[in-house]
């Protein structure tokens, strides 16, 4: 493993590098992200729910779930193999180590959502601290076959003393995505000037207009990005844990 201390810019770069070992998947994964991104308003059209400012979100977030539960952790454990070839993903059979795992790792980012949820319906800040202590849980989970307690109790562990630097690389990926949103939102305000007045707009109009179909594209490709980058960032969080005296179990 390399002995790297997390950087709250370094893994953005190395998010891009991540993704450039393999271009061919990098677009092909982007265009069906926008592909999956237009079942919103096509399931918005065919359940004759109606545009709402609540649908909107909650088709869209349908549409994209094969994206985000099995072809980005999938990714992230081919990457991972690739790049490290640690001994519990390695290298010529991260396929089949994927495929034993993916299942637990989906239900430890459903416990992890349900317990922020939680936390923030009632208090907000607790749902924050829920995410910030445990939030490498599924990525433990998944590229190195913790059990699920190992997995949250190795997050709240690192987390405990490395916390400053995460929260700084995190920060940063926000950063980058409101950019994107309030870049992406003034664009389409101007190609669309009823965007203005009108958030929820007509699902027709969403499968018809090229500029949403652009706006899928790009916004699958700044995904994977924030994707490899959350995979570099927890790369050097493990290298730093590993190189420290006392460090988490497992």
């Not at 869209?60 to 990714?75: F, K, N, Q, T």
């Not at 923030?120 to 924050?128: E, H, R």
């Not at 829920?130 to 913790?146: E, I, K, M, N, Y």
Request: glycine share 6%.
């Amino acid at each position: 493993m390399r002995s790297v201390p997390p950087s709250h810019l370094g893994c953005l770069r190395e998010g891009i590098n991540l993704l450039r070992r393999h271009p061919a998947l990098t677009l092909g994964l982007a265009l069906l992200a926008m592909l999956l991104g237009q079942l919103g308003p096509a399931l918005e059209l065919a359940a004759k729910a109606g545009s709402s400012t609540v649908v909107q979100p909650l088709f869209g977030a349908v549409g994209l779930l094969p994206m985000e539960m099995y072809l980005l952790p999938r990714l992230q454990a081919q990457l991972d193999a690739e790049a490290l070839d640690p001994a519990k993903n390695r290298r010529e059979s991260w396929v089949q180590t994927f495929d034993g795992r993916w299942l637990r790792t989906f239900g430890a980012r459903m416990l992890l959502s349900l317990l922020a949820g939680v936390g923030l319906v009632l208090f907000i800040l607790p749902g924050i601290l829920v995410l910030t202590l445990f939030g490498w849980a599924p990525l433990r989970v998944l590229l190195r076959g913790d059990s699920l307690a190992d997995a949250f109790r190795w997050s709240q562990a690192t987390m405990a003393r490395h916390w400053p630097r995460v929260v700084q690389a995190v920060l940063a990926m926000a950063m980058v995505l409101l950019a994107y949103q309030m870049a992406s939102t003034y664009a389409l305000a101007h190609v669309l000037p009823a965007l203005k007045t009108d958030m929820a707009l007509d699902a027709w109009l969403r499968l018809r207009h090229p500029a949403f179909w652009i706006l899928g594209f790009t916004s699958g490709l700044l995904n994977l990005w924030l994707t490899t980058s959350l995979l570099a960032l927890y790369h050097r969080l493990e290298a730093s844990v590993q190189a420290s005296p006392a460090s988490p179990s497992k």
